[in-house]
T-cell receptor
């Protein structure tokens, strides 16, 4: 069965600093990978997704993520964080061939941005 | 209205009450999902509907009863809930039919408190 690990429960960065949120997945075949963001009191918004092709994917709000098969990772990055990026970030993996019909989510990383 | 909407946004109920959560998607999608989001736990998939048929029931107690009258609407009927059922209930939809590769679009959620 697939699984997702987000090792960092809580991260604090200064505004303008770079950001990297870690995500490791476990899945036997080529995974379908997603990053979602959840602001307080809101639902989840898709930031970006990886299905195939170029391993560096660009998303909304200046985010990007890189798929590294050898490390089973799909880390999310942003070169310069803005105060409005404070939220909770979820990595998710989807199975393309097992018939499982929904995503498996990590536990999330809460991002705090200091002025 | 655009995207995925959920009503009510907040709900407080006693353990003997019966209530329903409503989800509506305006995206022309074919699959709809219910997730439960509890504090400090990953999102838990509850139910999946594809083309109005339930295709996955993730070992959810019978006090939760889903209904999908058409591809745009999804309900979650609640009765004799327990305090541990207090959580944020998220609805999502995808182009479908449901699959682990589909991009899911989430509603804002219903914050449920069971007294």
């Amino acid at each position: 069965a697939q699984s997702v690990t987000q090792p960092d429960i809580h991260i604090t960065v200064s505004e303008g600093a770079s950001l990297e949120l870690r995500c490791n997945y476990s899945y036997g075949a080529t995974p379908y990978l997603f990053w979602y963001v959840q602001s307080p009191g809101q639902g989840l918004q898709l930031l970006l997704k990886y299905f195939s092709g170029d391993t560096l994917v660009q998303g909304i709000k200046g985010f990007e993520a890189e798929f590294k098969r050898s490390q089973s990772s799909f880390n999310l990055r942003k070169p310069s964080v803005h105060w409005s990026d404070a939220a909770e970030y979820f990595c998710a993996v989807g199975a393309g061939d097992t018939g499982r019909r929904a995503l498996t989510f990590g536990s999330g990383t809460r991002l705090q941005v200091q002025p | 209205e655009t995207g995925v909407t959920q009503t009510p946004r907040h709900l407080v109920m006693g353990m003997t009450n019966k209530k329903s959560l409503k989800c509506e998607q305006h995206l022309g999608h074919n699959a709809m999902y219910w997730y439960k989001q509890s504090a400090k736990k990953p999102l838990e998939l509850m139910f999946v509907y594809s083309l109005e048929e339930r295709v996955e029931n993730n070992s959810v107690p019978s006090r939760f009863s889903p209904e999908c009258p058409n591809s745009s609407h999804l309900f979650l009927h609640l009765h004799t809930l327990q305090p541990e059922d207090s959580a944020l209930y998220l609805c999502a939809s995808s182009q479908g039919p449901a699959g682990g590769t589909d991009t899911q679009y989430f509603g804002p959620g219903t914050r449920l408190t069971v007294l």
